[in-house]
């Protein structure tokens, strides 16, 4: 069977004018299980033929036809034909590449490789056959001789990139990313604009560690080729990996507009939510929710995002209809009841919480909204029947962790609520069923720090820390305590910045870190992490007494007296903090108006206090 079209055409046509000298005979043909389909039967050749010219365009005409069948026929039937096709014109290389192919597909790559040589014997030019050689060479581990004819092919299209493709990953999956690269590089010196030979260039760089280089590459394939998707995944995947957050951004924005691909726009929604791009995290949200609608997170995440932004009608309107299709989801239960807290809908919130079982995560939360809520509205007998009456009734299926944290909680507001008899009633009781529990241990200690026996606290704190050496709050109870009573204090910084190892984003341990280098003298370091841990918990008394503090010893003293001021607007827990900051602020005034008094150049304090915002001072 020739190659060439024409040829294909000028049997058909024969076919045709050979149909119409004999009858218009048809059969049934069962094509392997699915419908029967009825086809042109070939020509009975003995009833017609008359000399060996009209039986050469016979065969040639019987030949095209089981082509044809083997291409619009179902496997086995298609294999069949292609067969039969191949024994009417046994020199058609064309036939020969076209059963490689199938034996190919079904996975028969000795048969495949048989046939794929015998086209390349029967046509030694054929780009195809020779590829496919070469493949099957590298699918069956035989290199050397895949590597030769993809030679002969680059010498003969040197400027063919699927040639280079099939060549480089020949290379690569040989471990030899060095030939590869010749071949990319020398590929390149002819065809600058590759895009092709920068990808792969790139995923060289990038396998060796050659970040930068990897980067330059991808920058290049994707401006050559602005819609190269792949190229752009990976580029957006190294600026993620390399910091380069808005880089990343923008990327997997133009990939997410090329493809609309779910994980591009997943990668934006996390990269803009991480930045804290709110409004651009809420897009790719709706985004993700239009092409997964049928994923109830994309629906949550949105409605937190709206939380976030303060739009709480939008909020609550998204969570009340996830519950309508989700209504046993614990997530969703306590979500809406915070957004209910926070607009001040208390009882709307606590008919949430209250649905949430003891054993959800979110059920310590809930039992502490609880206690709070009715503390707030001063039903103190109500909020200590509420808390005994839940500890007794403990289902056997809550988590160890669920029930300590329980307990901690309902310990730490009877102490709160100064009824630190029961408090430490309870607490001894638990620790008699667990006196080995690290979170009681430590309640423990701090209750006697509160009530003076500091000794005691701090010998309790190291027990814990012989068997938990890695126990961040008893690191920093110790080394605050130190701090405070100006002992130990190389010691006590050791042991705090271990616990901040430990608790990185802790703001309290951050002040004990302060304070610690205040009392060493460390004034401007001690200013530096007060200051980080001011904003992160910007209305905590201690820390803004702190800061005051350390502004004084720099100078800073209108700075100061607006610290002190902001520390007592935070109500101090203990009555004599409270009483030590109105000194504080009482000095600070008289020290201020006896500088006037005496000449200096004053400005009125109000004027003082604004002149610096405090939490970006230097």
């Not at 076919?15 to 389909?37: D, F, Y």
């Not at 294999?79 to 059963?99: G, Q, T």
């Not at 990996?241 to 990327?251: F, H, Q, S, V, W």
């Not at 408090?423 to 667990?434: G, I, R």
Request: aromatic residues 8%.
């Amino acid at each position: 069977m020739a190659r060439a079209t024409t040829s294909l055409v000028f049997s058909l046509f024969l076919g045709v004018a050979a149909l119409s000298a004999c009858s218009r005979q048809r059969e049934v043909i069962k094509t392997g299980s699915g419908p029967r389909q009825r086809v042109i039967r070939p020509i009975d050749a003995p009833n017609i033929v008359r000399d060996a010219r009209t039986l050469g365009r016979l065969k040639s005409l019987n030949a095209s036809y089981y082509f044809l069948l083997g291409e619009n026929l179902t496997e086995p039937s298609a294999l069949a034909a292609l067969e039969r096709a191949k024994e009417l014109d046994p020199d058609s290389s064309y036939l020969h590449l076209a059963l490689a192919k199938k034996y190919l597909a079904l996975n028969r790559p000795v048969e495949a490789l048989a046939y794929a040589q015998k086209s390349l014997e029967l046509d030694a030019k054929d780009k195809e056959a020779k590829m496919l050689v070469a493949n099957l060479f590298a699918s069956t581990k035989r290199v050397p001789e895949a590597r030769t004819l993809l030679g002969e092919l680059i010498r003969e299209f040197p400027d063919d990139d699927e040639i280079l493709v099939y060549s480089v990953v020949l290379e690569i999956e040989d471990k030899n990313a060095a030939r590869a690269m010749v071949l990319l590089k020398n590929f390149l010196t002819r065809n600058v604009d590759s895009e092709i030979a920068h990808f792969y260039l790139g995923r060289i760089e990038q396998e060796e560690g050659k970040i930068k280089d990897a980067i330059n590459h991808f920058e290049k394939a994707v401006a050559i080729r602005p819609g190269f998707v792949q190229a752009g995944t990976y580029l957006a995947f190294l600026y993620e990996a390399t910091k380069r957050e808005d880089d990343a951004i923008a990327t997997y924005g133009w990939l997410a507009a090329q493809s609309d691909e779910v994980a591009f726009h997943k990668k934006l929604a996390e990269l803009h939510g991480k930045r804290g791009n709110l409004e651009q995290a809420v897009n790719a949200f709706q985004n993700l929710e239009r092409l997964e609608p049928q994923d109830q997170a994309h629906s949550m995440r949105l409605a937190m995002l709206q939380v976030e932004l303060k739009n709480f009608p939008e909020a609550l309107n998204r969570l009340t209809k996830l519950l309508t299709k989700l209504p046993d989801s614990e997530d969703l239960r306590f979500y809406r009841a915070t957004v209910f807290d926070q607009t001040g809908r208390f009882v709307e919130a606590q008919s949430d919480l209250a649905k949430i079982p003891a054993t959800s995560k979110y059920y310590p939360d809930a039992f502490r909204s609880r206690l709070l809520y009715l503390r707030r509205q001063d039903k103190i007998t109500e909020a200590k029947a509420f808390l005994h009456g839940k500890l007794k009734t403990f289902p056997p299926a809550v988590a160890q962790a669920n029930k300590e944290e329980v307990e901690e909680i309902a310990i730490q507001f009877l102490d709160d609520i100064k009824d630190k008899a029961e408090a430490n009633e309870l607490l001894e009781s638990v620790l008699h069923l667990n006196p080995l529990a690290e979170r009681f241990l430590y309640v423990k200690g701090s209750f006697l720090e509160r009530d003076g026996k500091t000794s005691e606290a701090i010998d309790l704190m190291e027990q814990i820390l012989a068997r938990n050496p890695k126990h961040a709050g008893a690191l920093n109870f110790i080394g605050y305590l130190w701090a405070d009573q100006g002992k130990n204090l190389g010691l006590a910084e050791s042991r705090i910045r271990a616990a901040l190892l430990l608790r990185p984003q802790d703001p309290f341990i951050k002040d004990s870190l302060g304070w610690v280098l205040f009392k060493r003298g460390k004034y401007k370091e001690s200013f530096a992490s007060l200051r980080e841990a001011h904003l992160m918990k910007p209305d905590e008394s201690v820390i803004l007494a702190h800061l005051g503090d350390v502004l004084v010893k720099l100078g800073r003293i209108g700075e100061a007296l607006r610290y002190y001021e902001m520390a007592l607007q935070a109500k101090p827990e203990k009555d004599s903090e409270r009483a030590t900051l109105e000194a504080k602020v009482a000095g600070l005034r008289r020290r201020e108006t006896a500088q006037c008094l005496g000449g200096a150049d004053c400005v009125a304090p109000q004027q003082l206090l604004n002149s610096r915002n405090p939490a970006s001072s230097n």
